[in-house]
């Protein structure tokens, strides 16, 4: 469990630092996140950021990337700040129904104010 302290500490850092965009900013602040929590880090744990997926056919084929995924706990796909997260469950489901075997317990859309977790029944 984090101590309130390194929480206090990760919020006050992220607005001096953070403005919320996806492209430059996803990783430092998964990390620190990461680090708030008392892990040494989002890579340290056994993750991997901008993962490679395969889209379907019916989507167009090609590849995707999902923002940061740790199997088996969790896959997190980011959106920059003020994004409606409402509009990209399918997007985040789609990534997480891709990663067999292993796939994630848990999938959070963030967009570096809010998170929201998606209810999957596995």
């Known amino acids: 469990m984090p101590s309130p302290e390194k929480l206090t500490e990760f919020v006050a850092w992220c607005q ?15 990390d620190r996140l990461f680090q708030a929590f008392g892990q040494a880090g989002s890579l340290d744990v056994g993750g991997t950021a901008e993962l490679r997926i395969r889209k379907a056919e019916a989507d167009g084929g090609g590849t995707a990337f999902a923002d940061y995924i740790w199997k ?9 700040r003020g994004t409606d997260l409402q509009k990209h469950y399918r997007q985040a489901f ?16 963030c967009d570096f104010d809010e998170f929201r977790e998606l209810h999957i029944a596995d």
């Not at 403005?19 to 602040?29: L, S, V």
């Not at 789609?94 to 859309?109: A, F, G, K, T």
């Open 94 to 109: 789609d990534y997480w129904s891709r990663h067999v075997p292993n796939r994630p317990r848990y999938v959070v859309l």
């Open 16 to 30: 001096l630092n953070i403005t919320g965009d996806e492209k430059g900013q996803a990783q430092i602040f998964l």
């Open 72 to 80: 088996p706990v969790v896959l997190v796909e980011m959106k920059k």
